[in-house]
């Protein structure tokens, strides 16, 4: 019984149950603890699965084709060809001179050829998940070094089919290496009908993807029962992925092409969000399954081996993506973060290397060897990151700064406004119109070289170095207004100023209700929730149009604010105790209610007409009567 399925997949869930939590708490990212996962159920440490696991990666590789499905429903041809210069200039440079460095590496040490393809192509890729939870989670998405890194794993994505493509075909090239278990339902075809085949199943994909699959959903669609469209939805996976599999190509391949034929349809969207459970969950299988099969006896008679490798392919890696960032003139700062975010091999070289293994073009050692050598580079990446912020990006900001003339920085203006993006950009907008000048600070410089072409006195560093702030007058000034999005940076802002520059009035933006908590109990007199304002006046907008009074509800509205602003003094008292803040947080809820409704009815008893542009109206026409 415990070698069973059931027992099986019990054993699996509880790791990733487990162990995921705990690795995105410390910061390691979800991949790393499916990983991790693994490792601890698999044979090496508690030995809870072992070759009975089999069934389950089987069922878990499943995985892989819906990521690659969903990966093609992301890359409309539109929006692809809107970024095919960055794609090409920055993404296919990437993979190809990568790809090169390694095969030409592996060759000339004496492997071979076909055995050099495989490793150098997936080598070459880099971890989608790593390095777009970590832009994410440090706000740098819309910096250059977030833009070029997304039209990279943009680029490695489209790459995966040549690679899932080019495996099949090299294997079939040393097809006497190759079991029959692994041949096609085409193999006993001539060698040029079985091409025919290939294309044909490929254009097939393409014409069914407009003239059948997408009448099938849209009737699917209207029997508006959603287990029947999930089931459509599983059907269209499957069926593509059973089509590549009779001509000997990738399933993943198959359905990365379906998704990109429905990128442009209307049922998009449907399609992602009813299939994004099972990928995730059946993804998260595939990397445990892979955890569980790292041979850690291998790896400590190779241990040398093992991290030589893995340091070298970060070390190349890096040096060839910093390359292509400075050909492509992106500052030294976000070229480091660009350069050390895409260092690691990526999660699909996982698939490669045992897809490689099952088509006999690499053998059981070297790819066990190679499985290590990715998860130990996606291991270092955060640290690489951290050290990179901690111990790099200070001294590198200070260089470039110091390259710009001081004499721009020489002005002293009463207000410090710090971070020009959305929200910093319509204040400081806000204060130039009414004639308020304020030193402008941000730590993206592509975006302050745009917002000075655009006419704006902005300056580039980074606004939690205390040089930097004397620079920018903040020991004369008055006023020093946070638009960070940043929680982090806006704490460590906070505590900074207030033992540094005491004369400094903080006014600060919170993302949202729970920062603004922390925010006060640092002792910050003015918190401004982010789109508190705007959520309000969208309010008082309906009330408007459903008949209430314009004065009336423009008190309403302003009163509905000072409660909220107010209860976070209460709740700053609490805010360490989970269960009273939930239940502060729901007193203070109803009493803003209560005492907004008995404002209403007192402005109603009270028959206030002021700004009512309806009542002044039917006054003046009475009046002309």
Known sequence: MENGFLFQAIIYLSAAVICVPLAKKIGMGSVLGYLLAGIIIGPYIFGFIGEEGEDIMHFAEFGVVMMLFLIGLELEPSKLWKMRQMITKVGLSQVLLTTLIFFGFLYFIGTGWRQSLAISTSLALSSTAITLQSLKEKDQMNTAAGRNSFAVLLMQDIAVIPILAILPLIALAASSDVDMEHMSLISQFPGWLQTILVFGAVILIVVAGRYVISPMLSLVAKTRLRELFVGGALLVVFGIAFLMEMVGLSPALGTFLGGVVLANSQFKHELESDLEPFKGLLLGLFFIAVGASINFGLISENALMVFAIALSVLLIKSLVLFGIGKVNKISTDQNLIFALGLSQVGEFAFVTFSFATELHIMNAKTTEIFMAVTAISMTFTPLLLLLNERLLLPYIGTKEKDDKPHDEMEESNKVILAGFSNYGSTVGRFLRANGIKATILDNDSDRVDLLRKMGFEVYYGDVTRVDLLE?????????????????????????????????????????????????????????????????????????????????????LGQNFIKYDEDSLEELVKVKHDKNTLISKMKKSIEMQENLVSFELKRRFSINDHAWDAESQKEATEKNKE
């Open 471 to 555: 620079m920018a007058g903040a020991g004369e000034a008055n006023i020093l207004i946070s638009a960070i999005r940043n929680p982090e940076t806006n704490y460590h802002l906070v505590s900074l100023v207030k033992k540094h520059f005491p004369n400094l009035e903080l006014m600060v933006r919170a993302k949202d209700k729970l920062e603004a908590i922390e925010l006060k109990d640092l002792e910050v007199s003015h918190v401004y929730i982010q789109n508190l304002e705007s959520a309000v006046k969208l309010g008082k907008d309906v009330l408007v149009k459903l008949g209430f009074r314009a004065h009336t509800v423009h008190v």
